[in-house]
Structures are given as structure tokens and as C-alpha cells.
């Protein structure tokens, strides 16, 4: 018995739409589909549309599906209207095809998924990698344990771009159009397909089955998006991915997924649908596979029930990597010097092929590789504004006794004046913002010398270092971030969460004014306790310093510092009060206030300088040492230009205290 062909409309036909016309030339001569109707906002050349005889043109979707009958849309137009126009197809009763990625935001998708739901119509989205068999054989193979235990899959991929291929139209290397998430980008589009087959294999396509994504953006071109990017994502059982792309190589190298095993390696090129084995002592085992066209499997889900190969709901995990680019900082310009010339108008990124496979082979991120252009350092803002930046690998030429740490600096107020500090010729250990503490489990991790009972402040060789292990959550507001707190010798001494935002003051009605929301948990690494002790616990008057703690310039004059109830360095070191705040003005003369609270059920006494030099900070241990498993505290600071009054303070407390 003969089947009708499905009646197809193509939405977007210039651009990508030209291989879904080819495609439907194929299957329309074999009599599976026919072309009723294509949908542009341009009109269609005739040549492009031989073969199909006369499908209606219209830049209309939903009328022209139902003039048409259609029962199936290719859905080949902007990220950004996919959501938009997908919904649209789907409630005028059409399956749907959809170009990846599925949309420019976690939302958008989120929106899409409702209506795929509600309708019971097909959503297929167009990953053609997924439909190749090379990916059930790895998935087989992996199950089999035939690699043995998995430590983690990489993904490299760099390919040629002229400046062309960044014009061809209104989004391209854009993040954002008219408001609108478009999140264009080497990750999000050209590679997609890379980490969508890596997360398959690792068994990785719900949402809540990513536990960690850290993203980070480059770009050699002059566009808004990212040209050059690594990710590093966790899944839930543990496994991690990496993958690290550029569109600014010489030429096109095909991309490799590579599956780290105990017992050897697995490389997928999905490009080309080649697996290669490499097990120690055994030649290599190349083997081909073949992959089946999501349309032809889209057509035969709609006629027969075939079970689709890439259906909506199976791209979550990789809709929430779209939204931790979209949500990732800026991408960060690279510089000219770091560029190996053109080639056919296209930028070339210098020894980029290899750096995206030592990624691969390292399951490492560019700033881990000693680039350059990828410094240990992320830019947060405040809204539109960059107000710090947080440098978590501190400087190698840094001496032990500072115990070299991460740290924020510099921080500045919305209009721009300086008001952190590192290294300061007063006190060389001083390092911007960040966590300090004299004294855990003997070892100083605050720097500069320590104080022994009886003795006084005594040089010892007794100081650790705290290391950033890795971030678990990165965007243009913040982070999250783990790290190990270690003696000299190396020993972990504590581990630690840090959860930094920086926003925009919404409660304030003062126009120069940020808040930066700062929480660090402190772990002991084993079934003992941490101890922590300040210099004041042993015997050092008023010294209480230890754990969060801010340092601000030392040129600043006109200093003050002061809480509701009293003003100047000895009535506020030591006290217990709601708020602190510190103002001073720039040799510049440009005035600044800091307004520092604690948050959540355990407040500390504040440690306070203002004379010898200028600088605030809750005391963990101020009469007593500290004897816990855990501690956890939470420091939000007001940053605000112009020199603030008591009252003015208070009522900023107030508001913030609301939120």
C-alpha cells in the first residue's frame, strides 16, 4: 500500500536551509516527503526550488502551515526566533525539526518543552551527530567495560573562519539581539555537535544530570561572542568532560571526542563517524559506522512510530551549557601579538590546534595550560559595569611568607575609584579581598609573622598557601569555587566553598552603588576538628584578625571608620555591631565608603584598622579559639562612591537587610 509523502515546510532558507533543501531533494525523489511550502523573510529563488515544482512561498509560518497542511517544519532560522517560531509551528499542528541548538536560553527551551508537551507533537532537534552508530558502538563498548573505569572525556576541535563567516548576518557572533538571548558562539554552534555527543556518551542529557559546568570565553575576532572557548562540565556520577574549541585556526582539523579509559583510549571523529581504540601493547582499531538522517527518522516517527533519535527533552544537559555561556563574563579580547597572520581574511590564532588537544589530552581548560591570553584572573560586574576582578592562582614570584592566596583586586566602586589593595609595602601579606586566617592547625595562613605567646610577632616556617582546585559555577556576576587550604609540606589542612556575586545595588537610591556578596564555608578534611586561633587568642590585645577581611589603599586619606554607635579604630575593633563602614578619598580626591554586614545565624566581632592603614574584616576566633568541623559565614559589603554619613549608612542597611 502506498504512503503519502509528508507535506514539509522549510522555515529559513537561506543560510543553513540550503543543505535542508538538498536534503529534501533527496528524500522528495525517493517519494518520502514533499516540499509544500517555504518560509523567509526574503523571497526564494526559483532555480533554488527546482525539483519541488511550486511550493507556496510566504514569510508567515503559522498561515502558510495551514494553507499547506503541512505536518512537519524544518526549522532552519536565527537562534533567537526558534522559540518563538517553534511554538508556533507546533500549535499550528505541525512535528517539528529544529536546528541546534534548540534555543538561546534554558528558559526559551524550557518555554519550547511546554508546548512540545502539551501538543504531543515531535520535536526532533537537529544534532546529526547523535543519528551516527558510532556513538551506540562507543556506548556499548564503555558498558562492557572495555576501556575499564572512565576517568573522563575530552573534546578538541579548531577550525577556519574568514571575517566573512562572522557578517553573514545580523546575529552572527552576537550574545544578545534587541534584548533577545542569541548566544552565538564556537561552543554553541559550529561545536555543538561536540558536546552534545560527549555528553551522550557519558550518559549526560537531563538537565539535572550536569552537577558542575565552568565556562570560559575568548575571542580573537572583533565580535561580541566567543570565537575561541573551553568548558569543563561534571556529571552526576562524577565523569568529567572538557571541551576546548576555536574557529581561528589555519585550516579545518576535524574534531576529536576522546574517551579517557584506565585500560586505553576511544577517539571519535563524529565528523566523519570514525572510532579509533588505542589500548597499550595493540595496534590501533579504526572502525567506520554508518548514521542515519534525523529527517528520514522524523519522517518514519510521524508515519510509523519510530522511535526518534534526538527528541527535545533529551537536550537538556546541553541547553543548561548554552546557559552557563550565556550567563558566562565577557569573553576576554586576545591580543594581536598572539596571532600567526590570516588566512583568506580570517584571524589565526597561533598554536591553537595543539592547545585544544593538550585540553583534550589533559582534561584541562586554557587557563590551566600556562596561555598566555588565558590568565588566572575573572572579571566580575555589577549589571553593565566591571567592578573587580578575582585572580585565583596568585603569582608564582609570590614569597610562602605571604601565604599566597586567590583574592579580589582590583575592586572598584561604580565610578571607578581604586578601593582594594595587594601587597602593600606596610603589610607585603595583604592581599585585596579574600579569606585569611593567622592561625589553623599551627599553620599561618594569613602571612607576614606569627605571634607565639610569651614571644611576640616571630618569623617562623610555619605558613600555607590556599589553591584553587577548580570552579563548579562561573558567570559575568560570579562564582563558585573549591579549594584546598595547604600546609608547607603540602598537607591539606581545610577545604573550602566560596561563593562570590557582585550586583547592583537595587534597594539603594544612589546611583554609584554595588554589593558584593561573599561566602566561604571552611571544612576540616578529616574526623577531627579545624582549630583556628588569632593572634588575640594568644595573648596579642585586639589582634582578632582572621577570615574575611578587606584591604583597602593606604593612600586613601581622610579616613573613617565607624558603626552606629561609635567612631574611630578603637571604638570599633572588637565590637560587636550590625554594620561597619570605612570611607576615605583617592589622592585624587574622589571619596569612597565601604559598608560591611554579616550574614546568617553566627556574627563575629569586627576587626578594624583606620590609622596605620585601612582595613576591615570579621574575627572567626576573637576571645576564644574556634574548635569546629565546619564553619560557614556569609560577608555582604555596600560599595559606594562618595563619602556616606551615619545616617545615610543606616538606612542602606536597612533596605539591604529587606532583601
Known sequence: MSVEPVRVVLAGVHGHGRWHL????????????????VCDTKPVDAAQLAGFGRPEQ??????????????????????????ELGTEALRAGAHLLLEKPPAGSFADYTRLSEVVSSTGLACQVGFQS??????????????????????????????????????????????????????????????????????????????????EIDVELYRVNPIEADDTSCVRLRVADGTVITVAVSMCADRRH???????????????????????????????QVTRHPRTDLLENLVEHIRDGTELLVPLQRT?????????????????????????????????????????????????????????????????????????????????????????????????????????????????????????????????????????RGQGPRWLDDHGSQRHLRFTRRESCGFTELLDWVDRDGRTVARERRTVIARRHQASRLPGCWELDFTFRLDAPGRAPLTIRSSHTKGRAGAGYGGFFWRAPASSIRRRVFTAEGDGEDAVNGAAADWVALSGTSPSGRAWTLIFTQSGPDRDRWFARERDYPGIGPGLAWERPLNTGSVTRRIRTVVADGRLDRRTVAALIRRTSER
Open 22 to 37: 538538498d536534503n529534501l531533494r533527496r528524500l522528495a525523489d525517493r517519494g518520502t516527503v514533499r516540499l509544500a511550502g
Open 58 to 83: 510566504a514569510s508567515r509560518l503559522a498561515p502558510l502551515i495551514r494553507r499547506t497542511g503541512a505536518e512537519l517544519v524544518i526549522l532552519a532560522t536565527p537562534i533567537h526566533t526558534h522559540a
Open 130 to 211: 547523535l543519528g551516527s552508530a558510532a556513538l551506540p558502538y562507543l556506548r556499548e563498548l564503555l558498558a562492557e567495560n572495555g576501556l575499564g573505569p572512565v576517568r573522563g572525556i575530552g573534546v578538541a576541535g579548531a577550525w577556519a573562519r574568514p571575517a566573512a563567516y562572522f557578517e553573514r548576518a545580523p546575529w552572527a557572533g552576537k550574545r544578545r539581539l534587541n534584548g533577545i538571548a542569541v548566544t552565538d558562539g564556537a561552543l554553541t554552534n559550529p561545536f555543538a555537535h561536540a558536546i552534545a555527543s560527549a555528553l551522550w556518551l557519558a550518559g549526560a542529557e537531563e538537565p539535572e544530570s550536569l552537577r
Open 254 to 284: 576535524e574534531p576529536a571526542v576522546v574517551v579517557h579509559g584506565q585500560h586505553g583510549q576511544a577517539e571519535l571523529t563524529y565528523t566523519t563517524d570514525e572510532v579509533c581504540l588505542r589500548r597499550p601493547g595493540a595496534p590501533d
Open 316 to 452: 537538556g544537559a546541553f541547553m543548561r551549557v548554552v546557559d552557563a555561556v550565556r550567563r558566562a563574563a565577557e569573553p576576554r579580547p586576545i591580543a594581536p601579538v598572539h596571532l600567526a597572520g590570516r588566512n583568506g581574511g580570517g584571524r589565526v590564532l597561533a598554536d591553537i590546534e595543539r592547545l585544544t588537544r593538550r585540553s583534550a589530552d589533559n582534561l584541562a581548560m586554557f587557563s590551566e595550560l600556562q596561555v598566555p591570553w588565558a590568565p588566572a584572573e575573572q572579571v566580575l560586574r555589577a549589571g553593565d559595569r566591571e567592578v573587580a576582578a578575582y585572580r585565583w592562582r596568585p603569582d608564582p614570584g609570590l614569597p610562602p611568607t605571604v601565604a599566597p592566596r586567590p583574592h579580589l583586586h582590583t575592586v572598584r566602586t561604580l565610578g571607578g575609584v581604586e578601593v582594594s589593595e595587594t601587597g602593600p609595602v606596610d603589610h607585603p601579606h595583604h592581599l585585596g579581598v579574600g579569606v585569611a586566617v593567622s592561625d589553623v592547625d599551627g599553620t599561618n595562613f594569613w602571612g607576614g609573622r606569627t605571634y607565639v
